[in-house]
T-cell receptor
Framework: EAGVAQSPRYKIIEKRQSVAFWCNPISGHATLYWYQQILGQGPKLLIQFQNNGVVDDSQLPKDRFSAERLKGVDSTLKIQPAKLEDSAVYLC????????????FGPGTRLTVT | AQSVTQPDIHITVSEGASLELRCNYSYGATPYLFWYVQSPGQGLQLLLKYFSGDTLVQGIKGFEAEFKRSQSSFNLRKPSVHWSDAAEYFCAVVRSNDYKLSFGAGTTVTVRA
């Protein structure tokens, strides 16, 4: 069974530029999560989708971050414009249900904003 | 609100020695607890989980964890570490009010030869 796929793995941009990350969850997993992991901290949930609907985006900085999961499968997270403090690893995870258990994580995208 | 504390930021252990990583939680009801491992450049991998029942939980890669309600702890142990166990380890709890996974800050494990 293929795992959660993410691309790109690494990205370096200058502040005020835009960037997009892509995630393809495990086949059949209805729930998809995006996390932000700042160096030295645990992952923090940004947004949770169930199928193509948003379940929770309370921690998403909506003035600059956006995410979509149009067909209920893969998802894109965008930052526009980026700030220095957005430098982090962005992790995508998926699960069969919505209870938060048994989440499977992708390898992450390491973003550096200069 | 449920939260997780990992008191040790960094632990160094010799190969073949035992390892114990501490995790303390605060909760309002029965906690659902997890340990994840993150190797350099990799995503998080679930080592083990506790929902209920036997308080000693066995996981993958030879790890185990013990749930102690009286101490609000869920410490991770391994009797003999291998160099490949060098990684960052995260304790996490599913919050009972919204079923969200909440992580501790992590403990980095270095294994010396």
């Amino acid at each position: 069974e293929a795992g959660v796929a993410q691309s790109p793995r690494y990205k370096i941009i200058e502040k005020r530029q835009s960037v997009a990350f892509w995630c393809n969850p495990i086949s059949g997993h209805a729930t998809l999560y995006w996390y932000q992991q700042i160096l030295g901290q645990g992952p923090k949930l940004l947004i949770q989708f169930q199928n193509n609907g948003v379940v929770d985006d309370s921690q998403l900085p909506k003035d600059r971050f956006s995410a979509e999961r149009l067909k209920g499968v893969d998802s894109t997270l965008k930052i526009q414009p980026a700030k220095l403090e957005d430098s982090a690893v962005y992790l995508c995870a998926s699960s069969l249900g919505t209870s938060g258990y048994e989440q499977y994580f992708g390898p992450g995208t390491r973003l550096t904003v200069t | 609100a449920q939260s997780v504390t990992q008191p040790d930021i960094h632990i160094t252990v010799s190969e073949g020695a035992s390892l114990e990583l501490r995790c303390n939680y605060s909760y309002g009801a029965t906690p659902y607890l997890f340990w994840y491992v993150q190797s350099p450049g990799q995503g998080l991998q679930l080592l083990l989980k506790y929902f209920s029942g036997d308080t000693l939980v066995q996981g993958i890669k030879g790890f185990e964890a013990e749930f102690k309600r009286s101490q609000s702890s869920f410490n991770l142990r391994k009797p003999s570490v291998h160099w490949s166990d060098a990684a960052e380890y995260f304790c996490a709890v599913v919050r009972s009010n919204d079923y969200k996974l909440s992580f501790g800050a992590g403990t980095t494990v270095t294994v010396r030869a």
